[in-house]
């Protein structure tokens, strides 16, 4: 069975990660059957029912990160400063090799001078693998859900 200190530590590297953009390193926390979801809308939320802010396989997840190392990204230059604070990190095994989770975050994005601070919690699916644990599936639930929203041109 996986450490849940290590599950509660992944979480803060995954963090770390995004806040630094560190997109390839991000991407390789990833297994090949991913599943990257922000439901927007709905609280019984269907991802093959509603519309999602973002619905990505681990082929979708190879283009996000393509996109956002690309100069093409203009609501990104620069790219927004970020520091997120994960918190209320809890995890329970799935079986041998699996732990499903679940935390809150507080997220501060600072660029040409605007502050938006962007709260929810996550649902997050590990796998220990050989190389270390990995996510194999990631639920972001916006506080926001229903209301107007920031540019979102950075990981979550």
Request: charged content about 25%; proline content about 5%; overall charge negative.
């Amino acid at each position: 069975m996986p450490d849940l200190t290590k599950a509660r530590q992944f979480l803060y590297h995954e963090a770390d990660l995004m806040d630094r953009h560190a997109y390839d390193d991000w991407l390789a926390l990833w297994t090949p059957d991913a599943k990257y979801l922000i439901p927007c809308n709905e609280d019984d939320y269907d991802d093959r029912l509603h519309v999602s802010i973002v619905n990505e396989d681990h082929a979708g997840l190879c283009d996000r990160v393509a996109r956002l190392k690309s100069s093409s990204v203009w609501a990104q230059r620069p790219k927004s400063r970020l520091s997120r604070i994960i918190g209320n990190v809890r995890f329970q095994p799935t079986g041998p090799d699996g732990l499903v989770g679940q935390a809150t975050f507080n997220l501060t994005a600072v660029r040409h001078g605007a502050i938006d601070v962007i709260a929810g919690r996550t649902e997050h699916r590990l796998r220990a693998t050989p190389s270390g644990l990995r996510l194999v599936e990631k639920t972001v639930w916006l506080v926001t859900i229903d209301d107007v929203m920031p540019n979102l041109t950075f990981l979550l």
